[in-house]
């Protein structure tokens, strides 16, 4: 899908440039991390799928909402809410395009309850390094592609994340330092202000 090139290399070669593994954190631990984070702001940098590099801002609001507003030059914006994920491309004067939330991998970690010890959504969890990576993925529905989680430990961080779509490409979204607690106006995860807005 077109739209994975917005949202987050391949998690091997994460791997093959860390140093040897230390011990990874279990997956209760990373879910109740997780489900910890009911609102979160950050900055990001993007290492889209043909090398180029973008940045911008992200504002969760678990459970559902995500908003990931990009830098200038890039006018993108990525808003999900209302169950939907929409895709504001700066270049087009057409309105986004817009998917279920439930087809897409970012779905993952906005979900109400995280358990990645849901032995079907898991499909790996590994140590690389300082860091676990875990892979999970709609086992109902691998075509929607997958998502790595990277978290560091002491504390335990959400650093970054992969997300790797049904044709084979990727996506990685690193992030700065978590803030957590925040107050989110609604209006950042409404998709049809954000489509008012646009227009004007």
């Known amino acids: 899908m077109k739209m994975f090139r917005y949202l987050l290399a391949p998690i091997l070669a ?4 860390l140093p040897a593994a230390a011990e990874k954190i279990p997956l209760d631990v990373l879910s109740n991390y997780i489900n910890s984070l009911k609102t979160a702001t950050t900055t990001f940098k993007q290492i889209n799928g043909d090398g180029t590099v973008s940045t911008g801002t992200l504002y969760m609001h678990r459970p559902g909402r995500a908003r990931f507003e990009y830098a200038e030059p890039d006018d993108t914006l990525v808003v999900a809410g209302g169950s939907q994920v ?5 270049k087009s004067n057409t309105g986004p395009e817009q998917y279920p939330l439930k087809r897409t991998p970012l779905s993952l970690i906005l979900a109400r309850n995280v358990n990645l010890r849901n032995a079907k959504m898991l499909v790996a969890h590994q140590a690389f390094g300082q860091d676990t990576v875990v892979r999970a993925q709609d086992p109902e529905h691998p075509e929607y592609g997958s998502i790595d989680l990277i978290f560091s430990d002491n504390p335990v961080r959400l650093k970054e994340w992969i997300i790797n779509d049904s044709g084979g490409g990727s996506t990685r979204v690193m992030l700065n330092d978590l803030q957590t607690g925040v107050s989110l106006r609604a209006g950042l995860f409404n998709i049809t202000k954000a489509i008012d807005d646009r227009n004007r």
Not at 14 to 17: I, W, Y
Request: aromatic letters at 12%; glycine letters at 22%.
């Open 14 to 17: 994460v791997g093959m440039a």
């Open 86 to 90: 929409a895709i504001f491309d700066g």
